[in-house]
């Protein structure tokens, strides 16, 4: 059937400037009348300009509310500006993992990811819209500036606005535009790509027998929680019907618009439940996931935390436990930099390179490329290898049940024995959610003011019986080591002459107000300390930063909403 494209009048929005991972708004703001459509129209013309007619491009989603409308004007305006072919997963479902995998396998000119990841959904929760270069990884900030330049002179899009696709049904459907130029929309399974990537990376057979019991040992028990975002139909295929884990080891499988009514960030604040049921006793291995599965988190037997700083360094020092880097070799790892320092121990004997990157999974694409980094992660749960260009929640526990079946141990052993070989950088973060603006900006540029002036290095701050003297402070700055590019104030440092650090950021993810984080990183070389916890190691601290941020002074925020 023929289908004709039209024009649309338009006027730019204002705000349309996408963060780190996109643009992420309320849902009521996507839905006002042209609005996701000029952010479209912007990207499709910003991020592919004259490789735009003719190209195959992904989308997929979390699921959440608001998608299926999204993904019904994505075909639309790609049908109307020359899109050769979409690749669509069904219902408008998919990973993000599984997003950069599929443009990775197929070679695509990119893809078009709507979530707005560990964010709430439903009608008054929120939503996002962000684009994946070819490589599969964030679009660059050169990429996202181009992006908000268009939002703020747009004067019309282009859509075909009668076109309908049946998204639920797989296979290809093939439709004429304005007489001649073929469009193609196939419909995949969300799931198939990204587990077959999976089988080539990991020993399927020995995960396999971990989870079933074998050579003496007994079934290894575990609880998946995938939150009720996209990541239920990945449990229930790669961990339950390949690898033989048990059906009540999924809980809240089913991918819901609201996510349930819950918050899909995989912490010990919002995944309470998970917490709760592991700390029983049942269960060897606790995890859970985001709303696009990008991120995860491991607890162990009696819900032992594991942080994402400790998750990476464990995984780095156990890599050969996993056939895809016996193949591919170790190049580099990577962390950003409010990560807690426990992988730059393991770098440092291991002889491997490190880099420090600002937040934002987009830094460590480029040297992914350059073929100088297998390994990375950040402290906000996510951790990834090179096999994709995003951060990928069930990988992570793949390597964590790798490691388990390879080395014979449970988590909270591996943890032990990793600290007694490395010593504990003890980590936390305390997040002040929904902050009004002015006075987060005053605080902020207060810490600027400070770490600027030179008297500030050598200042001492006690507390109890701990006593931290400056050694360095700045506004982070990173010059990315492949393309020269420059990324100014990063984020608050304060560190101190033994290693411990301060770092202060506010968050450019959320929807509304602003999201204070405040990162304490500390090591302990002392094994008798090791099983001590993060909150009693680090109070000195907590209460050394808070003093000189006047944080609860100039906020008024006495507590943190979350702490991890």
């Known amino acids: 059937m023929n289908y004709t494209s039209g024009t649309v009048e338009t006027v730019p929005f204002d705000g349309q400037k996408p963060g780190t991972s996109g643009l992420r708004k309320n849902v009521t703001v996507f839905q006002q009348m042209n609005y996701t459509q000029n952010f479209v129209q912007c990207t499709l013309s910003a991020a592919l300009g004259d490789k735009l007619v003719g190209c195959t491009l992904v989308v997929g989603g979390d699921g959440r509310y608001f998608g299926k409308e999204a993904v019904e004007i994505i075909i639309q305006m790609c049908a109307a500006n020359g899109v050769s072919k979409l690749i669509i997963g069904q219902n408008g479902i998919m990973s993000t993992p599984a997003v950069s995998c599929v443009i990775r396998k197929y070679q695509t000119s990119g893809g078009i990811i709507l979530t707005a990841s560990h964010n709430p959904g439903g009608p008054n929760g929120d939503f996002g819209i962000k684009f994946n270069t070819a490589n599969g990884g964030p679009a660059p900030s050169a990429v996202t500036d181009k992006i908000y330049e268009l939002t703020k002179q747009i004067k019309e899009y282009f859509i075909c606005k009668d ?71 990945y449990v229930k295929r790669v961990l339950c019907q390949e690898l033989g884990a048990s059906e009540e080891s999924a809980i809240n499988c089913v991918p819901l618009l609201d996510f349930g009514g819950g918050h899909p960030d995989p912490n010990l604040t919002y995944a309470a439940k998970l917490v709760e049921t592991v700390s029983k006793g049942h ?15 491991i607890l162990g037997h009696n819900s032992f935390f594991v942080t994402p700083s400790d998750s990476l360094a464990i995984i780095a020092a156990n890599l050969d436990c996993i056939p895809y880097f016996k193949k591919t070799g170790v190049k580099g790892y990577a962390r950003s930099m409010p990560t807690g320092a426990a992988l730059d121990r393991v ?3 291991l002889g491997k390179e490190l880099f420090e990157v600002p937040t934002g999974w987009k830094f460590f694409g480029n040297l992914m ?49 990793h600290w007694g070989k490395y010593g504990r950088n003890f980590f936390t973060r305390y997040d002040y959610e929904n902050c009004d603006s002015t006075p987060a900006d005053k605080m902020m540029a207060n810490l600027e003011a400070l770490v600027a002036d030179s008297s500030f290095i050598g200042k001492e701050y006690c507390n109890g019986e701990k006593t931290y003297k400056v050694a360095h402070a700045d506004n982070f700055e990173y010059t990315d080591p492949i393309d020269g590019s420059v990324s100014k104030k990063q984020g608050i440092r304060i560190i101190f002459e033994d290693g411990s650090r301060i770092v202060f950021r506010l968050s450019g993810t959320g929807s509304s107000g602003a999201t204070i984080r405040m990162y304490i990183d500390s090591y302990e070389a002392e094994k008798s300390k090791h099983s001590m916890t993060a909150q009693i190691m680090l109070k000195p601290l907590v209460e050394i930063a808070l003093q000189i941020s006047q944080l609860r002074e100039l906020t008024g925020r006495q507590q943190p909403t979350v702490i991890t």
């Open 163 to 233: 076109l309908t696709v049946d998204i639920a049904q797989l296979g290809s459907q093939e439709f004429k535009i304005d007489g001649s130029k073929q469009f193609t929309v196939q419909i995949i399974d969300s799931v198939d790509d990204y587990l077959d990537l999976m089988k080539e990376i990991f020993d399927f057979g020995a995960i396999k027998s971990l989870l079933a019991g074998s050579e003496g040992q007994k079934p290894l028990n575990i609880l998946v929680d995938a939150m009720h975002g996209v990541m239920g139909p």
């Open 283 to 297: 269960h060897a291995l606790g995890a859970a996931f985001d709303g696009d599965g990008d991120r995860n988190m």
């Open 347 to 349: 770098a440092k004997q």
């Open 369 to 417: 490329d350059a073929g100088r980094l297998s390994l990375c992660g950040e402290e906000s749960f996510g951790t990834g290898s090179d096999h994709i260009r995003e951060k990928d929640g069930l990988w992570a526990v793949l390597a964590w049940l790798s490691i388990m079946a390879h080395n014979k141990q449970d988590v909270h052993d591996i943890l032990k024995d």
